[in-house]
């Protein structure tokens, strides 16, 4: 495969796929693995697609796919993380500074929902795709994605209620400060 052509598709979906695998794992190092890994399994097999207008969706239903395979392994062996924090462990970046304070509650309040509702949340309003490419990528009917869809989308609206209203209540308790008096 030519590089340029790789490089073309790297930059067209590299920030999609990383967006959908943080939504899954919670973890911007784990997404960036995810991420990458995608790259790498397209690299070696995506020769193999005959219909290049379908990347995208290949892209996205191979990171799915590694995410749940890398689950199963996890579940298998303990992760660094359960072993709790370092002193010497640098504080974790934030993933992304240019969003406001409405699109970190919004991501905050995504990563409370149920992960089988979250993928499909995240590919429907992140990714832009239809509920067949959901299907297609999730390897479920279109009933189960419209149904995911319905329920994660009640489980957000609570979880932003949630964190709306925590968010007001700071903001009240910061405005309910007593003023200083100044000589």
């Known amino acids: 495969m030519p590089s340029d052509i790789f490089t073309q598709l790297v930059d067209a979906h590299y920030t999609p796929l990383y967006r959908f695998a943080l939504s899954l794992t919670k973890s911007s190092s784990d997404a960036c693995d995810l991420t990458q890994q995608t790259f790498f399994i397209w690299a070696k097999k995506g020769d193999q697609l005959r219909d290049g207008s379908k990347a ?33 462990d640098p504080p974790a970046p934030e993933v992304d500074l240019v969003t406001g304070l409405d699109a970190s509650l919004v991501v905050e309040a ?25 299907a297609e990528t999730l390897e479920v009917p279109i009933g189960t994605v419209m149904s995911r869809l319905s329920r994660g989308k009640s489980q957000l609206r609570t979880a932003l209620a949630r964190k709306e209203a925590d968010a007001r209540g700071k903001v009240i308790a910061f405005e309910a400060q007593p003023r200083r008096k100044f000589p």
Do not use: C, M, N
């Open 56 to 88: 995208k969706s290949w892209l996205f239903t191979t990171l799915y796919r590694e995410f749940l395979r890398g689950r199963r392994r996890a579940e298998h062996v303990t992760a660094l993380e359960d072993l709790g924090p370092v002193e010497a």
């Open 110 to 134: 995504l990563l409370e929902v149920d992960e089988a509702y979250r993928a499909p949340l995240t590919l429907f309003y992140l990714q832009d795709l239809s509920y067949k490419e959901i």
